[in-house]
């Protein structure tokens, strides 16, 4: 957005009140537990969006498209023959001990081979324009509802920021996903399968139901007979589910199958995906593939599947695990960012400039010890986008959660979930951790 | 969709009781309120139609517990929470739309509550509620949907006007619309009405006469009306 458009935009905008307004009378809301305790809060939404030039976002959807395929490609194959590992290209060590590889899924085919129908990539923009990956979310990625509300109620607000903009609409994403839950549906109506009001997404789960037209269940409404799954009704009826999108972690879906202890799950749900007789969306066992460790093998994946030489850059990875790396991380902690790879949603992310002499010696230390539980990362100085602060413009970093849906064809969501921070010396952008949102303009020229 | 579990029909059913309960407090309340505005103590009476005693210092003590306490279950505000907390979960059902004048509602009471003339600032809330009726007819297609929300409503209603005492005409009348969402029920669900204590309501609101003396007996009646009606949710 150039200067001036964002000034136009803020003019008619006025504030960030009143679109906040708005989307509090919707119930724009994610959990949050504190101390032990369940709280709702309003997510909080910068009305400046993030703007990418058409031109711009052709290379991305490009480098998205092949990502994701070649990543559908990588689960098939570590289900089946698990041909990238015995070419050498990924080692063993990196699949068998990931905590998202699943032996209860090994031989398993889902219809149409496709595991992640849903791939949230988070991505950032470096301060040089380039974009870079930064992770790949093929489990239960969250987020897209935020910016699909926001931009129905930006365009209440303020109507003339379109008028004088030529933005793409983002409003088709329950139909993109209703025809991606269709394309995986083994016969039977769509579900979708959450934890219940109080988990973090429950707005989500219960906003994207309603726009797809699906149910809206929970583990008790739902059993398996003769490896059908169906949903419990009222009067003592049974309608089978074809599709269930389920919002729960693999551990959690089956307790005859995955933890015996779920009180979330469902039993036998796993025969009845064997059989063929459900769809999962996203398919149990993608653990493997978004997992911190294999994020460094993703580039090596789309040339060895595809042929092709990747669109997308990683943001530079290091790996401990290979003793060159471990040499450079040891050499550089201080200036790396490093991740837990076992760790999600912005938790177990430490940047080495923020420790303290001892602790970064601690860590060097825990680092030796576990090589593989921890990747390190070059922080990338990402571009800075501009938010309403208190009626001022400030300066905050912000990363782009975009959305591929695997269906017929793998299409790219025009539009896409831009988390911020709003501590100005933070580059954790997760709501969990107190960021907010902001919607992503596609432009169509 | 056309599937309803049982967790999901009694959170229909409780929100339409709820949101009724919200409604209807509140314009007893409203009319108190005036009442209030001559007499001291001025809401013994409505009290005692709930079997409640006078711990209120003043007009004043009542009114803010009733209206804004969520503590206090005969509260506008308690029931106003209940209503959205069985809301939220039923968005796919009764729409983004729908629910939002639930929170529309909230944020009009908790604003009220600092208001120089709560009476006024409350009065949005009746125009939110009908707004949030309309919604309920315009988003479900679903009747089975529509019909348990209805229920719920009627029941609540009809249960508060006879506990306040209301005249016979008015009771008669909401009693009539809940015979007609009753023959709506399939057979085999929860909400398919117990017919003794259809038949004792039947008996007892037959005339004005056997509804003066026996309200009491309809209450305790219309509270059996369901085998599962009288779930926890």
Same mark, same amino acid.
């Given at each position: 957005m150039t200067a001036l458009h964002q000034e136009q935009f803020t003019k008619a905008v006025g504030n960030a009140g009143e679109i906040n307004d708005l989307l509090r009378r919707y119930g724009v809301k994610f959990g949050i537990y504190k101390n032990g305790e369940f709280k709702e809060q309003f997510f909080p939404f910068d009305p400046i969006p993030r703007v990418i030039p058409s031109q711009n976002f052709a290379q991305i959807e490009k480098g998205l498209i092949q990502r994701v395929d070649a990543l559908n490609a990588f689960l098939y194959d570590i289900y089946h023959d698990k041909k990238i590992v015995r070419d050498g290209i990924v080692p063993e060590d990196f699949i068998y001990i990931s905590k998202g590889y699943l032996a209860q899924c090994e031989g398993v085919t889902p219809k149409n081979k496709i595991y992640s129908h849903i791939s949230g990539i988070d991505l950032v923009q470096a301060k040089d324009g380039e974009w870079y990956i930064l992770e790949d979310n093929l489990r239960i990625p969250s987020g897209a509802s935020y910016p699909l509300i926001a931009r129905e109620l930006t365009r209440i607000a303020a109507p003339q920021a379109f008028e004088e903009n030529a933005v793409v609409d983002n409003r088709g994403y329950a139909q993109l996903l209703k025809e991606t839950m269709e394309y995986a549906n083994c016969g039977g109506i769509r579900a979708i399968l959450t934890p219940g009001r109080f988990n973090a997404a429950y707005f989500e789960h219960s906003y994207l139901a309603e726009h797809t037209d699906s149910v809206l269940v929970q583990n008790d409404e739902l059993f398996v007979e003769d490896n059908i799954l169906y949903h419990r009704t009222y009067s003592g009826g049974k309608t089978r589910i074809g599709v269930l999108y389920r919002r729960i972690a693999d551990e959690y879906l089956d307790p005859l199958t995955f933890l015996p202890e779920s009180l979330i799950g469902i039993p036998n749900l796993m025969e009845a995906y064997r059989s063929g007789n459900v769809g999962i969306i996203n398919a149990p066992g993608n653990g493997v593939a978004d997992d911190k460790g294999i994020y460094y093998f993703v580039p090596k994946m789309i040339r060895y599947y595809l042929g092709e030489e990747p669109i997308l850059k990683n943001a530079p990875t290091y790996l401990p695990f290979y003793e060159e790396d471990m040499k450079y991380v040891m050499d550089n902690l201080e200036q790396l960012v490093i991740k837990d790879v076992a760790e999600a949603g912005g938790y177990g992310v430490v940047f080495g400039s923020e420790l303290s002499k001892e602790r970064l010696e601690e860590f060097r230390a825990e680092i030796i010890a576990q090589p593989r539980r921890f990747i390190a990362q070059e922080v990338i100085d990402f571009l800075d986008l501009p938010i309403i602060d208190n009626g001022d413009t400030v300066m905050r970093k912000a990363d782009l959660r975009a959305f591929v849906l695997s269906g017929e064809t793998t299409k790219v969501w025009a539009s896409g979930l831009t988390r911020f921070s709003r501590?100005?010396?933070?580059f954790v952008v997760n709501s969990s951790q107190g960021g907010g949102f902001k919607d992503t303009w596609v432009l169509s020229r | 969709m056309g599937t309803i579990s049982l967790e999901h029909s009694n959170r229909l059913y409780w929100l339409g009781r709820y949101t009724e309960r919200f409604f209807t407090t509140l314009k007893a309340l409203g009319s108190l309120y005036d009442k209030m505005l001559d007499t001291q103590h001025g809401y013994t009476d409505y009290l005692g139609c709930f079997g409640?005693?006078? /711990?209120?210092?003043d007009n004043a003590a009542f009114l803010r517990s009733f209206l804004f306490d969520d503590t206090n279950p005969n509260s506008a505000a308690y029931s106003l929470e209940r209503a959205y907390d069985n809301g939220i979960v039923l968005r796919e059902e009764i729409s983004t739309t729908s629910l939002s004048f639930l929170q529309m509602a909230k944020d009009t009471l908790e604003k009220a509550q #600092?208001? /120089? #003339?709560i009476r006024l600032s409350l009065l949005p809330l009746e125009d939110i509620l009908y707004a949030f009726w309309g919604c309920i007819n315009e988003h479900i297609y679903d009747d089975e949907i529509r019909n348990i929300i209805y229920i719920g409503k009627t029941v609540e209603r009809l249960d508060l006007y006879m506990r306040m005492k209301y005249p016979y005409p008015i009771v008669e009348k909401e009693f009539i619309r809940l015979l007609k969402n009753l023959n709506r029920v399939p057979r085999s669900t929860p909400f398919r009405y117990q017919t003794k204590p259809l038949s004792e309501l039947v008996e007892i609101l037959g005339t004005e006469a056997d509804y003066d003396r026996e309200s009491k007996r309809a209450i305790s009646s219309l509270s059996r009306l369901f085998e599962a009606g009288e779930v926890s949710v």
């Amino acid at each position: 957005m150039t200067a001036l458009h964002q000034e136009q935009f803020t003019k008619a905008v006025g504030n960030a009140g009143e679109i906040n307004d708005l989307l509090r009378r919707y119930g724009v809301k994610f959990g949050i537990y504190k101390n032990g305790e369940f709280k709702e809060q309003f997510f909080p939404f910068d009305p400046i969006p993030r703007v990418i030039p058409s031109q711009n976002f052709a290379q991305i959807e490009k480098g998205l498209i092949q990502r994701v395929d070649a990543l559908n490609a990588f689960l098939y194959d570590i289900y089946h023959d698990k041909k990238i590992v015995r070419d050498g290209i990924v080692p063993e060590d990196f699949i068998y001990i990931s905590k998202g590889y699943l032996a209860q899924c090994e031989g398993v085919t889902p219809k149409n081979k496709i595991y992640s129908h849903i791939s949230g990539i988070d991505l950032v923009q470096a301060k040089d324009g380039e974009w870079y990956i930064l992770e790949d979310n093929l489990r239960i990625p969250s987020g897209a509802s935020y910016p699909l509300i926001a931009r129905e109620l930006t365009r209440i607000a303020a109507p003339q920021a379109f008028e004088e903009n030529a933005v793409v609409d983002n409003r088709g994403y329950a139909q993109l996903l209703k025809e991606t839950m269709e394309y995986a549906n083994c016969g039977g109506i769509r579900a979708i399968l959450t934890p219940g009001r109080f988990n973090a997404a429950y707005f989500e789960h219960s906003y994207l139901a309603e726009h797809t037209d699906s149910v809206l269940v929970q583990n008790d409404e739902l059993f398996v007979e003769d490896n059908i799954l169906y949903h419990r009704t009222y009067s003592g009826g049974k309608t089978r589910i074809g599709v269930l999108y389920r919002r729960i972690a693999d551990e959690y879906l089956d307790p005859l199958t995955f933890l015996p202890e779920s009180l979330i799950g469902i039993p036998n749900l796993m025969e009845a995906y064997r059989s063929g007789n459900v769809g999962i969306i996203n398919a149990p066992g993608n653990g493997v593939a978004d997992d911190k460790g294999i994020y460094y093998f993703v580039p090596k994946m789309i040339r060895y599947y595809l042929g092709e030489e990747p669109i997308l850059k990683n943001a530079p990875t290091y790996l401990p695990f290979y003793e060159e790396d471990m040499k450079y991380v040891m050499d550089n902690l201080e200036q790396l960012v490093i991740k837990d790879v076992a760790e999600a949603g912005g938790y177990g992310v430490v940047f080495g400039s923020e420790l303290s002499k001892e602790r970064l010696e601690e860590f060097r230390a825990e680092i030796i010890a576990q090589p593989r539980r921890f990747i390190a990362q070059e922080v990338i100085d990402f571009l800075d986008l501009p938010i309403i602060d208190n009626g001022d413009t400030v300066m905050r970093k912000a990363d782009l959660r975009a959305f591929v849906l695997s269906g017929e064809t793998t299409k790219v969501w025009a539009s896409g979930l831009t988390r911020f921070s709003r501590n100005p010396d933070s580059f954790v952008v997760n709501s969990s951790q107190g960021g907010g949102f902001k919607d992503t303009w596609v432009l169509s020229r | 969709m056309g599937t309803i579990s049982l967790e999901h029909s009694n959170r229909l059913y409780w929100l339409g009781r709820y949101t009724e309960r919200f409604f209807t407090t509140l314009k007893a309340l409203g009319s108190l309120y005036d009442k209030m505005l001559d007499t001291q103590h001025g809401y013994t009476d409505y009290l005692g139609c709930f079997g409640l005693a006078d /711990t209120y210092e003043d007009n004043a003590a009542f009114l803010r517990s009733f209206l804004f306490d969520d503590t206090n279950p005969n509260s506008a505000a308690y029931s106003l929470e209940r209503a959205y907390d069985n809301g939220i979960v039923l968005r796919e059902e009764i729409s983004t739309t729908s629910l939002s004048f639930l929170q529309m509602a909230k944020d009009t009471l908790e604003k009220a509550q #600092n208001s /120089t #003339n709560i009476r006024l600032s409350l009065l949005p809330l009746e125009d939110i509620l009908y707004a949030f009726w309309g919604c309920i007819n315009e988003h479900i297609y679903d009747d089975e949907i529509r019909n348990i929300i209805y229920i719920g409503k009627t029941v609540e209603r009809l249960d508060l006007y006879m506990r306040m005492k209301y005249p016979y005409p008015i009771v008669e009348k909401e009693f009539i619309r809940l015979l007609k969402n009753l023959n709506r029920v399939p057979r085999s669900t929860p909400f398919r009405y117990q017919t003794k204590p259809l038949s004792e309501l039947v008996e007892i609101l037959g005339t004005e006469a056997d509804y003066d003396r026996e309200s009491k007996r309809a209450i305790s009646s219309l509270s059996r009306l369901f085998e599962a009606g009288e779930v926890s949710v």
